[in-house]
């Protein structure tokens, strides 16, 4: 995870060098920076008009040049910045579609449900035609959607009951703004009543509207008492300008921020006395003036700061953000640090994207539980001098040059969605190449076969969908399935497949194996090597005890290689404890108690060959029979002893349990406390 943040960090730095060297190509092509202002005069008749447009101005009453070039001066100074903005978004304003409400439901969670915005709905009565033209209506969707305003269509054929419950029996048009100046307050609905069906006058009655809710201050003595003045809102940003009304633009933003920031329009259209205005430092018509508990702060003096709708919306956000912000910023860098994983995992492609698509859902699933206990923080009633303080610490930083540079950088990248897709690809392929090259050097080897790659993620699946994690030890890579695929078909014609796990067999081998011994007994092999050389009995007893080692490893080799079916006897030769045992009937072993033997014998088994936790006895409850010299024996985790080929041949046949006490075979268990030997335990 931190490697991924490295990453996203040096991305971020990638794309601040490169928007200051597009910035040092530009000035160098044509000797202008984005701040530079732009003399209107130079400027054409038609580019007047976009600007207006995008400020939100009206100039239908103003047919020479010479009159909207001053409407343009008195709205705010003119970046070269905000021109080529204006000029692009002139261009990508053609796409903008519009809503069609299905109904009731559809048009209250979208129009009425709605706290923060602007919505613009063409209502057309039954068997009506629409109040405005199909042509209109779309310059007047283009209009106003650059001012966040949302337009919708609703057709009362589609719910007759809601349009006659509402009183629409005529084709008009319906504005919905906010009712109140606090946040996520009532929505109430406007009607439109002009006769001129056009453009400009609808945009003029909507604009009015919005702007009625702006606070406009027409003398200096109210200027005064309001700038004087604390109250609940921490900013306020004035607008100090020779016109009749705010932009749309402002007065959107307005609505947009209601409860967060208080709008402020000083008309200082008629204004004969400006003294008070040079005491608070307003020396420029027009001014935007942001107002907080720090200070006066003079909005269009840095990096990206332009008379428009999108650069001071993000303006704004930084200073005064919702938790709504907050969530969607971290989503966003949450989901660019987790795609990092596609360049970072090297092998196949199919592997690539398969920890990608893991991933993404893992952070995601991270980020939205973490800010689950977040706002249930934010919720307390304690943390007021917390909240201030961090938005004091919001205000500070963010109104320095480097956070106008990263605001600046943030709109044009926006606004170039190819060139931040390009970058972010470029950035990934460089950080692919040198995570190769570095485990290259490493003698890393990655599997780059699609097919080996999907095979081995097979072998995971099935052996965690057909193999529980139940041993009491590490399993080895090999598996069952590997070795005997027809136990995989076998296993699949019983229908209770997903009723009963199955159990892997690599545990088997694991379990502890030993050979019977009986006391004072040899085997034809140690007395003919006694015969033949009786000078070296040390050197002879070495060499049984390493062959018996080495049998007993064979035999733990071999052990899952046998089939059930085969058949695996212990050695031929018997002792006298054996054989007496033997000559008892079955029916008579079955009665003894397990772990019983016979104290008269002549001959005892040798104990001290056996593991520490096992629990002593002469015979095999599976098969009934007494335990041989020389047989192999195995012990389960619940410390019963068996015949090696009939625990073997009980446990493949998938009984995962002790024969004795039903103890899960896979499973430890707490070894149990050696108990004393009796009297006549003891050989005399």
Request: net charge negative; with cysteine.
């Amino acid at each position: 995870m931190w490697l991924k943040l490295f990453f996203l960090l040096l991305y971020f730095l990638v794309l601040f060098v490169l928007a200051r060297f597009f910035e040092a190509i530009v000035w160098y092509e044509t000797g202008i920076f984005a701040t530079q202002l732009v003399d209107p005069v130079a400027l054409s008749f038609k580019k007047l008009k976009t600007i207006l447009e995008c400020r939100g101005l009206g100039y239908s009453g103003l047919p020479e040049k010479k009159d909207v070039r001053e409407l343009v001066e008195k709205s705010g100074d003119l970046m070269e910045g905000e021109l080529y903005s204006a000029l692009k978004e002139e261009e990508a304003s053609e796409s903008v579609s519009s809503t069609n409400f299905s109904g009731e439901m559809h048009f209250y969670e979208l129009v009425e449900d709605t706290k923060d915005g602007i919505w613009l709905v063409q209502v057309i009565a039954n068997d009506r035609s629409p109040l405005v033209g199909k042509i209109h209506w779309e310059k007047m969707v283009k209009k106003v959607s650059r001012f966040g305003i949302r337009t919708g269509t609703f057709n009362c054929s589609s719910d007759p009951r809601y349009c006659r419950r509402r009183g629409w029996v005529r084709s008009t048009l319906i504005m919905s703004v906010p009712q109140t100046s606090t946040s996520k307050g009532k929505v109430m609905l406007k009607e439109y009543s002009g006769r001129k069906i056009e453009v400009e006058h609808i945009f003029k009655w909507i604009t009015a509207h919005a702007a009625s809710r702006i606070k406009t201050i027409y003398n200096a003595e109210h200027l005064k008492e309001e700038w004087n003045k604390s109250d609940q809102y921490w900013l306020k940003i004035y607008l100090f300008a020779n016109l009749d009304q705010p932009p749309a633009f402002f007065s959107a933003l307005s609505i947009k921020f209601t409860g967060r920031v208080e709008f402020i329009f000083v008309n200082v259209e008629n204004w004969d006395n400006k003294s008070y205005m040079t005491d608070i430092g307003i020396y420029n018509m027009p001014s935007y003036i942001l107002r907080t508990p720090e200070g006066i702060y003079r909005y269009g003096n840095h990096t990206g700061e332009f008379i428009s709708l999108q650069a001071m919306d993000s303006f704004l956000r930084s200073l005064q953000p919702e938790v709504n912000d907050l969530f969607v910023l971290s989503l966003v860098l949450v989901n660019l640090m987790a795609w990092m994983d596609l360049f970072i995992t090297q092998g196949a492609t199919i592997k690539r994207f398969v920890v990608l698509i893991s991933t993404l859902g893992t952070y995601n699933s991270l980020l939205i539980i973490s800010w689950l206990p977040v706002l249930g923080f934010l919720q307390l009633p304690y943390l007021d001098s917390f909240y201030e303080y961090s938005l004091k610490l919001l205000r500070y930083s963010n109104t320095t040059t480097l956070a106008s540079w990263v605001r600046a950088d943030w709109m044009f990248y926006s606004s170039h969605p190819a060139l931040f897709l390009s970058t972010y690809l470029g950035h990934g392929l460089l950080i692919d190449y040198f995570e190769k090259k570095r485990r290259r050097n490493n003698n890393d080897e990655v599997n780059a076969n699609n097919l080996e790659w999907l095979s081995s993620l097979w072998d995971w699946y099935t052996s965690y969908l057909f193999h529980p994690i139940a041993s009491f030890q590490n399993f080895p890579v090999e598996s069952d399935w590997d070795e005997d695929p027809d136990l995989f078909l076998e296993r699949l014609a019983f229908p209770d497949l997903w009723l009963h796990p199955l159990i892997p067999t690599d545990y088997i081998k694991n379990l502890p194996m030993w050979r019977f011994k009986c006391l004072g007994v040899q085997s034809e092999e140690e007395v003919s090597e006694g015969s033949q050389d009786t000078e070296n009995d040390s050197e002879s007893e070495n060499t049984d005890t390493l062959s018996s080692e080495k049998e007993v490893f064979e035999d733990k080799q071999s052990v899952l290689h046998n089939s059930p079916g085969r058949t695996s006897h212990c050695d031929a030769e018997a002792c006298s404890c054996a054989n007496k045992y033997c000559q008892t009937s079955p029916y008579e072993r079955k009665g003894r108690s397990y772990g019983s033997y016979n104290a008269n014998e002549d001959m005892e088994p040798d104990w001290l060959t056996w593991p520490a936790d096992m629990l002593h006895c002469t015979e095999c409850v599976v098969c009934l029979e007494n335990f041989e010299n020389g047989c192999l024996l195995m012990g389960l985790p619940c410390g019963h002893v068996f015949h090696q080929n009939c625990i073997v041949m009980w446990l493949a046949g998938g009984r995962h349990c002790c024969p004795v006490c039903r103890w899960p075979s896979y499973k430890k268990k707490q070894p149990y406390a050696q108990h004393q030997p009796l009297s006549n335990d003891v050989p005399s």
